[in-house]
């Protein structure tokens, strides 16, 4: 039935179908089964639907990848792409109105935020994406909590610095400073953006002592500002990949940098 259900535009049957996303026990349903709903939730669209979309997302006793299913049709709850979630037909659907989703998604971003790795991870870009300033605490405390895993701190981070939270400097001056290259080369990034004017000695720390990923940040740093000794470094840096002076993974980087110049 729940087949029959998703394929046919029938909106009276998909209704009945979303309905049972808000059945106390959802979560229990076979993973077939609560992937339909949770699609005829995003085709519902509606602001009883987004709710229980977040509750699903939320509740660790849905399995993870259909949490991240949950979290993804949220992400893209007032621009759905056309092609069916469930039967990848090209299923486009027609305008409809826009909710504000951030009032509903605050009750489970909880949920979300304590659960697996890649649940945090998503649950973050969520919350960045509908700015839910309130989160911001939290966020601080995911990205200092070294426990956490480089891509939640990472992506912690992105979220405060999304948000203009107040406790985006405190995050970036500590990222700057971690033990983790992932996580200052995001540091580098965002500080640059905050403070240009002050980026570029940390730019040629990085390019001299940093590990690869911060060399690669770097670089991207020296391409954004806008200053003669950024140029002039590039160039230094170009004519010295001829020489064998600098390192092969950031080659491509450094080519790339010059041509935006």
Known sequence: AARGFDEIDDIVSMFQLASLAKQPESSGMSPALLRR???????????ENATALARLAA???????????????LQNWNSP?????????WRPISKRKHIELASLIKPSLGGMLSGPNSIRQAGTQLAAKLGIK??????YELFTNRSQSSGVRVEALRALFALK????????????KDDRAIVRAEGLKLFALLKPQLAFPLAVTAINKGEAIEKQAAVAVLASLKSQLADALLRDLLL??????VP????????????QR
């Open 81 to 89: 792409p056309p092609l069916d979630r469930v039967s990848g037909k």
């Open 165 to 176: 939270s107040d406790k985006l400097a405190m995050a970036t001056n500590a990222a700057l």
């Open 240 to 245: 010295e990949i001829k020489d064998g002076k």
């Open 134 to 139: 309130e989160v911001g605490p939290l966020l």
């Open 37 to 47: 709903v949770m699609n005829a939730c995003l085709r519902g669209g509606s602001a």
């Open 248 to 259: 092969p993974e950031i080659h491509l980087d450094v080519i790339q940098a010059v041509q």
């Open 59 to 73: 509740n660790s006793r849905v399995p993870e990848k259909l949490r991240l299913e949950a979290i993804h049709n």
